[in-house]
């Protein structure tokens, strides 16, 4: 079974400066795919950005990019020119040949002015 | 213009009752999904359908029972509510699996 690990509870980062969100993995597929997604305190569920397992580049989304090491199974979220708005609960996920979503159990990012 | 909708978005009841969650999705994707988030905001997949077929059903009570009368809808109805049922319900869609799935708001149920 696939399973997803943040490591990091809670983290705060200044406004304007940049954070990075860990998140490992558990997998023994070669093709799947990885996501995170922002949960602000409104609850709604919104995609941050998606990695598909077979490509090499990092996806990058404005301030947001990620640091995809396939053969570490790390897939960090790196937050650039953090905003009072990127506070939220971001989760990172997981979906194999299986359909089934996986996600990790969160980390609570605080953006201070 | 919402792209996955959920009615209700809150709902109260007493154990025992049974209750209904409905989802209409408007993307034209043919996989849509039950999620539950519980207190401690941990997301774990309850069910799947891919055009009106099921294909995930994860170990949940069988009081909980979805149902797709078309592609564009997934409810979800439970039966015999009980304490432990409080949570936040999350209904979402994709067109694949390994496509991006969009959520819709949330319904979040108390049993008193």
């Known amino acids: 079974a696939q399973t997803v690990t943040q490591s990091q509870p809670e983290m705060s980062v200044q406004e304007a400066e940049t954070v990075t969100l860990s998140c490992t993995y558990d997998t023994s597929e070669n093709n799947y795919y990885l996501f995170w997604y922002k949960q602000p305190p409104s609850r709604q569920m919104i995609l941050v950005i998606r990695?598909?397992?077979?490509?090499?580049q990092n996806a990058t989304e404005n301030r947001f990019s990620v640091n995809f090491q396939k053969a570490a199974k790390s897939f960090s979220l790196k937050i650039s020119d953090s905003q009072l708005g990127d506070t939220a609960m971001y989760f990172c996920a997981f979906v194999g040949s299986n359909y089934k979503l996986t996600f990790g159990k969160g980390t609570l990012l605080t953006v201070n002015p | 213009d919402t792209a996955v909708s959920q009615t209700p978005k809150y709902l109260v009841t007493q154990m025992g009752n049974d209750k209904s969650i409905k989802c209409e999705q408007n993307l034209g994707h043919d996989t849509m999904y039950w999620y539950k988030q519980d207190s401690k905001k941990f997301l774990k997949i309850m069910f799947s359908y891919n055009n009106k077929e099921l294909i995930i059903n994860e170990t949940v009570p069988n009081r909980f029972s979805p149902k797709s009368p078309d592609k564009a809808h997934l409810n979800l109805h439970i039966n015999s509510l009980e304490l432990g049922d409080s949570a936040v319900y999350f209904c979402?869609?994709?067109?694949?699996?390994?496509?991006?799935?969009?959520f819709g708001p949330g319904t979040r149920l108390l049993v008193l």
């Open positions: 979402a869609s994709s067109q694949d699996w390994g496509v991006s799935q969009y």
């Open positions: 990695q598909e397992a077979y490509k090499q």
